[in-house]
Structures are given as C-alpha cells and as structure tokens.
C-alpha cells in the first residue's frame, strides 16, 4: 500500500521551468519504480519518465528528452521531475505513481497519485 501526493505544479511561460515533486508515504519506496504519467483534456494517458528504485535506472519518452530529468531521494520518500524548456505541449495534468519495473507501460504502475496540474503559456 503507497500514498502518492504531487506538488510543484502551476502556469508557466514557454521557455520556462517548474520542478514537480511527490511524496510517498510506505515503508518501502525504495523497492518501487517511480514514473511521471501526463493527461491533457481530451488526450489519452501518457507516459513522461521513469526511474528505478535505487536511481541508477532512468527512461523518458522521446517528447521530454534532453528538458526533464526524473530523481529520487529515497531518504525523503520522493520523487521529482525537473522540467526545462517547458512548451505549451506540455500542459497537462501530472501524475506520480509507483510501480515493478521501468517500462512506459501505464498497466504496469499499481498506485497512482491524485495529479498537480502544468500550464504552459504560449
């Protein structure tokens, strides 16, 4: 059983930057991959970046490559998503969740948080 909660989310201009954070509550985070999932209105789920339980592993969908970067702190029980060069594309609502393997796979996540909203203003 994990409690996701994100934070970090708000309006940005293009060009801009916003660091996302989610804590988790459990005992054991460190067993977890951690990913970032967004949904824009309208759109389907889609997957961001993903990192393995001791960090050393990390994945990120081709659209964020080289502007975020997934990291962990597993003293603190959370994860974060440092977003660069933010462009209106990237408005969605982002969600943390937790899951067994670093995949792009939303099946493969079992607990999700509830979302922090990104707007990115053109």
């Known amino acids: 059983q994990v409690q996701l909660v994100e934070s970090g989310g708000g309006l940005v201009q293009a060009g801009g930057s916003l660091r996302l954070s989610c804590v988790a509550s459990?005992?054991?985070?460190?067993?977890?991959?951690m990913g970032w999932f967004r949904q824009a209105p309208g759109k389907e789920r889609n997957f961001v970046a993903a990192?393995?339980?001791?960090?050393?592993?990390?994945y990120y969908a081709d659209s964020v490559k080289g502007r975020f970067t997934i990291s962990r702190d597993n003293a603190k029980n959370t994860v974060y998503l440092q977003m660069i060069s933010l462009k209106p594309e990237d408005t969605a609502i982002y969600y943390c969740?937790?899951?067994?393997?670093?995949?792009?796979?939303?099946?493969?996540?079992?607990?999700w948080g509830p979302g922090t909203q990104v707007t990115v203003s053109s």
């Open positions: 969740a937790a899951g067994s393997t670093v995949r792009p796979v939303q099946a493969l996540y079992d607990y």
């Open positions: 459990g005992r054991t985070f460190s067993s977890y991959t």
């Open positions: 990192i393995s339980g001791s960090g050393r592993t990390t």
